[in-house]
């Protein structure tokens, strides 16, 4: 081979090599941003500036504008990454608490999820059309999590049958979207409370 073919086989080679970091550094910013953007939207709201979003994630603006060019798609990507969240969490539980007890801690999981989601419930409901797909997305995700946490403690004989999954999503979305509640304060017991509302007529107690 002639140097002149190694060096040149050797810059062709350069690009490739780095392309493994390029895309490691991007995903870090990218789960940054999102982080970041989660945190600021339940704080101030989905118009937070776009500076303050990038200054907390460690980034550049022009870095947000790269990754996200317009608002509807950040906030489109925090709510699907903390869907794609809550519901990962679903398997874990049930793989690692009895069923009852995975149920539990699962709808406190989900309570904390629409606490979370309350800065963005304005976007939400806006009427803009880049937001339509996300009620479809949470009900698709959502629903099949909590029917196969709730089959698993009907069978266990710690929740009574008959419980709509998508029904108890609701209920529970409305008592956490309640204004005048507090997060950490009335919404968390007025949601022990539908739970324990689950046990009744069923044959043994919920562990939680």
Sequence with gaps: MRMGDEAENHQESAPQEEMPRVRADARRNEDALLEAAKAIFSESGVDAPAREIASRAGVGVGTLYRRFPSRAELVIAVFKREVDTCTAEAAVLAENHPAGEALTLWLRRYTKFIATKRGLAQALHSGDPAFQGLPDYFRQNFEPALTRLLDAAVEAGV???????YELLRAIGNLASIKTAAPDGETPVMVELLIDGLRFG??????G
């Design 159 to 165: 929740v009574r049958p008959g419980i709509e999954p």
């Design 202 to 207: 069923a044959g043994k107690d919920m562990a």
